[in-house]
């Protein structure tokens, strides 16, 4: 099922790392593939605010409806072209918080690291003594991106698999997962789980953020929606405009 949240933002935010301020005149002048390539160690999304309340929003939309399919089972999110891990700290806070915004001040954990500028725990009491009712008793995650798998690892201390839209497409999944109390516990990237690739056909949410769209050809984005339908429950699309129109494919 697919669930396209719109951020409402320009693309005219300037942020470190990110050559210039306007990113269509970054696509415009290195082209994607190439921009990427060399920005992606630095890489970082300047509607990290955005993201993250969108992804609240929908978080707990998710759980209240699907806290009973899951039966005591634990979600498997994809970070799909994960850029420099905003999701999964933002799925990780929800987490950490047991899914309310209007606690105290939070503990940040000491293995996710801060980052300049983002805006991540404001508001938020990410102590373990989290309200289980509220969120699941732990997340599993994996995490995928062609270009900023160094930035995502040194921001998160996760484990990211270089993989592109295309080899997803054709099958590719990341082999290592890790869990949020892994997080938690300070161990991160040093606990994967499930490496088993036919546990990953029962994928609960994959996200994609700011990203989706730069796939140009329909027919890979056909391919790439077709094979992730066949492996996720949910696909979450966060995006600061309309595209990708993925309408057409859905009543064919």
């Not at 789980?193 to 050809?217: K, Q, R």
């Not at 929606?225 to 859905?250: N, Q, Y």
Request: aromatic content about 10%.
């Amino acid at each position: 099922m697919l669930d396209t949240i719109n951020t409402g933002r320009s693309h005219r935010v300037g942020t470190t790392g990110n050559f210039q301020h306007a990113m269509r005149a970054n696509y415009g002048e290195h082209e994607v593939d190439n921009y990427y390539r060399q920005v992606g160690a630095t890489y970082r999304n300047p509607h990290f605010p955005g993201v993250r309340a969108c992804m609240f929003t929908w978080l707990e939309r998710w759980w209240a409806r699907e806290k009973a399919v899951l039966e005591g089972r634990f979600p498997l999110i994809f970070d799909m072209a994960c850029g420099t891990g905003e999701v999964t700290v933002t799925v990780y806070e929800w987490w950490t918080s047991g899914g309310s915004r209007t606690h105290s001040r939070p503990r940040r954990p000491s293995s996710l690291r801060v980052q300049g500028n983002d805006v991540r725990t404001q508001g938020l009491d990410v102590t373990p003594s989290r309200v289980l009712a509220q969120v699941p008793k732990d997340l599993l995650i994996m995490a995928a991106d062609p270009y900023t798998e160094a930035a995502y690892m040194e921001r998160t201390m996760l484990p990211c698999a270089p993989l592109s839209f295309r080899e997803i497409s054709e099958g590719a999944l990341p082999l290592k997962v890790s869990s949020a109390s892994s997080i938690d516990g300070g161990r991160g990237a040093g606990t994967p789980v499930g490496a088993d690739p036919s546990a990953m056909c029962n994928i609960d949410m994959v996200v994609c953020s700011f990203a989706l769209h730069l796939i140009e050809s329909s027919s890979e984005l056909f391919a790439l929606l077709w094979e992730l339908s066949t492996k996720a429950r949910w696909l979450i699309v966060l995006a600061p405009h309309k595209r990708p129109e993925v309408h057409d494919f859905c009543h064919n």
